[in-house]
């Protein structure tokens, strides 16, 4: 057999970074490069997990004293939400303005300059006693900043801020770090990169008639940068400007978010005029959010995202439109407010663009003066009744949202505060959370095996209260100047307490549902409803709105969850949205009670129709479909979100099964927060998830997502195996499935522990990628494990041999052709995908993408 193709090399092939390529100042070209700058502060040559080059900072330091002031610094401590150790990992600390950076730059175009903080413990410096300023030709960017307060109210691990300068021709840009007194300042990356001028056209100033504000002579701070109705754009996908595009999803307002939508494969989406991929890659105009399908309902509402800025600041806002579904002018339009003013009445993309799929934008610049401490950008959308159009609906395909200097070269604001739910939430982490040395001696004893039950128990617990330090950061965008809605909204309601707040708070992202609603669906809680108990409490089968089915999960009286954790719960979950994630339909938080409501699935769990059970066996097939929509669900949750989600406790229980047999992957946000540690729920909890722990987070303490992929490698081989992952009754040797399997892999006996039910049908070319990429999420290094994406497209592949031994031959051949160029993989991608048009399947490259957006 030939080798599999390696995704992950495919994906590399297909991203080029040109722009990051350094030219040594002095190279004598006829038309001199533009020069860019990637530094790891503090550190070495690295390449981040983006495969982008970072290189040292040393020879652009420079000192108008003597000699350098500045030191170069290790973490203490490493973040598993960083997404990437270069240049996290290393950061350079400023005891003086006295040393600063220097670049020379030979480009008459603006620059994008980038700077990385991650906020940790160097050289014993408190990164909370760090307060300083950032200023670059004398544009003010940071000020008092202090990147521990700001990375705490965001709950980012690390922060990330964008500013477009005003292009300075041939000199050096200066970058001054100037720590504030007695303190200190650091930084860990810093990007000098040479953008296009896409701030040339005057942006049209709201609720001023005609007057325009010219931004040619202007710094700009990045706010942010949605790819309305789509899915996260990597950097490295972003046209070679890696920005770094975000769903829309968390900043939009009220209950009505209308719906998405994506263009056509078949249509022809190209820019056109001065639109070019500088402006936005084509993947943000090829999804959009319109309003809906129903004009009545359009009529009756408003499209709302709402923005969390700081006040005293002019704001460009950047709309970004492609009409891929109307094609005639007067068809859809609508008018744009911007802080409840109108910005522009009757939007007809079709009119600006001149044609389906055409790329257009505008910019609108609004003020923002100082309101009550809570100061917001309002960006809506109306259908234009007056303009009477064939349908009444709006859209809109990307948004960014620039901060632009003020009149004394400034573009700093205050420090966020913390909201008050997070400085509760961790004090009570550290009443909670067990000493060090303590936990280190547990981890020790256990690490060589299953061990006692009494050690386990203990183990489980500190798992569990790890989990909870870890916190629901990873959902949020590193952008942003204060987060998503999670500190603005409590910000406005003031303390967060009572139901009141949590309306607000969710209001727009599920439902509230009242007691009376829940008690009515369940029979008063009927003990004949219950479904499942948990460590939350029990789960009850129900009925909603007359009908639909849903598991309602009632939080027992006696739980140690608290409202600010129930709370952070609900907006963690429901942000999160995915055909193979369970979704949360709705709260109630009514009398003490604390009760979430999931959609309901028909078919249970995965692991009821593995073993110890009268439920007819799956067959292979259906078992490989589940696993690959498991898969699915996990590679939102590493890649799709924002940032990556860890569900630390993947297991055959965690995935569902709904009436079609979609699988879903369910508790991902409860993992964190949602257990009670009283003693039998933990013993329960044992059984499961033990025989799925990753060895590595004994080690290292460090909890990443390739731990998911462990477990996931582990509900491989039970899924092949269908037995529990831990049987005591066996021999010692065969206790554990994951130590198991991997012996009889090694050994060339796998096929004698397959399950008897499925074993003759498996196709052995199938079976031999199926036990390699299982085998291989069980590698005992993280580093060594695949990334979910991988995992994904192996398990596709295996479906497809297993539905097309004859087939195979040739998709492989072809495959192995596309390492050779870029073009290649290209041309194979969408061969494949045309190919299979006529049937359900689909290329595993191409099905992912579809995937992944078709939310
Ligand atoms: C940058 O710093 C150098 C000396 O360190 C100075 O000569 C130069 O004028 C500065 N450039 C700007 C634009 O401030
Ligand atoms: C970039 O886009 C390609 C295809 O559009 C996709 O396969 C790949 O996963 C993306 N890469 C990242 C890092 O998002
Ligand atoms: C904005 O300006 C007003 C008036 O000058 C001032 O009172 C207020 O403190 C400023 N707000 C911020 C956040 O700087
Ligand atoms: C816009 O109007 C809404 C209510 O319609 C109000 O809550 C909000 O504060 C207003 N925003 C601004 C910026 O005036
Ligand atoms: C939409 O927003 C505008 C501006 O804030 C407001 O005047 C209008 O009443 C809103 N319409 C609806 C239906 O909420
Ligand atoms: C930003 O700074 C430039 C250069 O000093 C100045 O011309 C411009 O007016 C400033 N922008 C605003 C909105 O004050
Ligand atoms: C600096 O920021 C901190 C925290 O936000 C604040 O308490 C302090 O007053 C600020 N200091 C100055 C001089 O602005």
């Not at 300075?168 to 650091?186: C, H, Q, R, W, Y």
């Not at 995915?578 to 959609?599: A, K, N, P, Q, T």
């Not at 130590?739 to 199938?766: F, M, S, V, W």
């Amino acid at each position: 057999m030939k080798s599999i193709p390696n995704p992950l090399f495919l994906a590399l092939c297909c991203c080029s970074f040109t722009i990051n390529t350094f030219h040594v100042l002095g190279e004598i070209s006829p038309q001199p490069q533009p020069l860019s700058y990637v530094l790891s502060c503090g550190g070495n040559d690295g390449t981040d997990s983006d495969g982008r080059k970072w290189i040292p900072d040393q020879k652009f330091l420079s000192s108008s004293g003597k000699k350098d002031s500045t030191e170069a610094a290790t973490a203490q401590f490493q973040d598993p939400l960083l997404p990437s150790l270069v240049p996290y990992m290393n950061a350079r600390i400023f005891r003086s303005p006295s040393t600063s950076y220097k670049f020379p730059v030979v480009s008459e175009s603006r620059l994008w300059l980038r700077l990385h903080f991650y906020p940790a413990t160097y050289n014993n410096l408190d990164p909370f006693s760090s307060y300083f300023s950032v200023v670059a030709n004398g544009v003010t960017l940071l000020k008092n900043f202090s990147a521990a307060i700001t990375a705490k109210a965001l709950t980012q691990a690390y922060i990330l801020r964008e500013f477009s300068l005003m292009p300075i021709g041939t000199g050096d840009l200066n970058v001054t770090i100037a720590p504030s007194k007695e303190s200190f300042g650091f930084i860990n990356g810093i990007e000098v990169i040479p953008m296009p001028d896409i701030f040339h056209q005057p942006a049209a100033f709201v609720g001023y008639g005609d007057q325009t504000l010219d931004l040619r002579s202007s710094a700009l701070q990045t706010m942010f940068r949605l790819n309305v109705g789509g899915q996260f754009i990597a950097p490295n996908n972003d046209s070679g400007l890696t920005r770094a595009w975000y769903d829309d999803m968390p900043y939009l307002f009220g209950s009505a978010i209308g719906v998405t939508s994506q263009a056509d494969k078949k249509l022809n989406i190209e820019y056109k005029a001065d639109v070019t991929e500088d402006i936005a890659p084509l993947d943000v105009y090829r999804t959009a959010r319109t309003m809906g399908p129903d004009s009545n309902v359009n009529k009756k509402y408003n499209l709302t995202w709402i923005f969390e800025v700081d006040a005293n600041f002019t704001y460009v806002v950047r709309l970004h439109f492609c009409e891929y579904l109307l094609p005639r002018v007067n068809e859809r339009v609508f008018d744009i407010f911007i802080n409840n003013q109108t910005a522009q009445p009757a939007a007809d993309v079709i009119a600006w663009s001149g044609g389906k799929g055409i790329p257009f934008y505008k910019d609108y610049a609004a003020y923002v003066t100082d309101g009550q401490g809570a100061d917001k950008m309002w960006v809506a959308l109306h259908p234009s009744e007056s303009m009477k159009p064939e349908v009444y609906d709006a859209i809109l395909n990307g948004l960014e949202l620039f901060k632009v200097n003020d009149t004394n070269q400034n573009l700093a604001g205050p420090n966020p505060v913390p909201s008050e739910m997070l400085t509760n939430a961790e004090a009570e982490e550290k009443q909670f959370t067990p000493s060090g040395s303590k936990v280190g001696t547990l981890i020790g004893g256990v690490a060589g095996g299953v061990a006692s039950c009494a050690i386990v128990v203990a183990l489980v617990v500190f798992v569990k209260k790890k989990q909870r330090n870890d916190g629901s950061s990873k959902t949020i965008n590193p952008l942003p100047v204060y987060g998503s809605s999670h500190s603005g909204k409590s910000g406005t309601t003031g303390k967060p307490h009572g139901g009141s707040h949590l309306m607000n708070l969710a209001a727009g992202l599920c439902r509230h549902f009242s007691l009376s609603d829940i008690k009515s669906g369940t029979k008063n809680f009927n003990e004949s409803h219950v479904i499942g108990v948990g460590g939350f409490g029990k789960v009850y089968k129900g009925t909603i709105d007359g009908g639909t089915k849903v598991a309602i999960k009632r939080s027992n009286p006696s739980s140690e969850q608290g409202v600010h954790e129930f709370q952070t719960e609900i907006e963690m979950l429901s942000k999160l949205r995915h055909r193979h994630l369970v979704s949360l339909i709705g709260f109630c938080e009514e009398d003490g009670e604390m009760i979430l409501v999931y959609d309901y699935m028909a078919n249970g769990t995965l692991r009821e129709h593995l073993y110890h059970t009268n439920k007819p066996p799956l067959s292979w097939k259906q078992r490989l479909e589940i696993c690959i929509g498991a898969a699915r669900g996990l590679h939102y949750l590493h890649t799709g979100a924002r940032h990556t989600i860890i569900h630390r406790d993947v297991k055959t229980t965690n995935i569902l099964l709904d009436e079609n047999w979609v699988a879903k992957v369910s508790d991902f946000g409860l993992s964190k927060t949602g257990s009670t540690l009283d003693e039998t729920h933990v013993s329960t909890m044992v059984k499961g998830s033990f025989g799925y722990l990753d060895p590595e987070y004994f080690r290292r303490q460090q909890l990443t997502e390739k731990s998911d992929i462990y477990s996931f490698g582990v509900v491989l081989f039970e899924v092949l195996c269908a037995r529990p992952v831990l049987d005591s009754s066996l021999p010692k040797e065969q206790v554990s499935l994951a130590d198991y399997a991997q012996h009889c892999q090694r050994k060339g006996t796998l096929h004698q522990i397959i399950d008897p039910h499925i074993k003759e049908k498996i196709n052995p070319e199938c079976l031999k990628i199926y036990a390699e990429v299982a085998g291989k999420c069980l590698s005992d290094q993280g580093i060594d494990r695949p990334s979910i994406g991988d995992v994904l497209w192996n398990l596709e592949f295996c479906l497809q041999l297993q539905e097309n031994p004859g087939g195979v031959q040739v998709a492989e051949d072809k495959a192995n052709d596309a390492y050779d160029t870029h073009t290649a993989t290209i041309s194979i991608d969408e061969e494949m995908a045309n190919k299979e048009v006529g049937s359900n399947r689909m290329n595993p490259v191409f099905s992912m993408l579809v995937d992944a957006k078709g939310r």
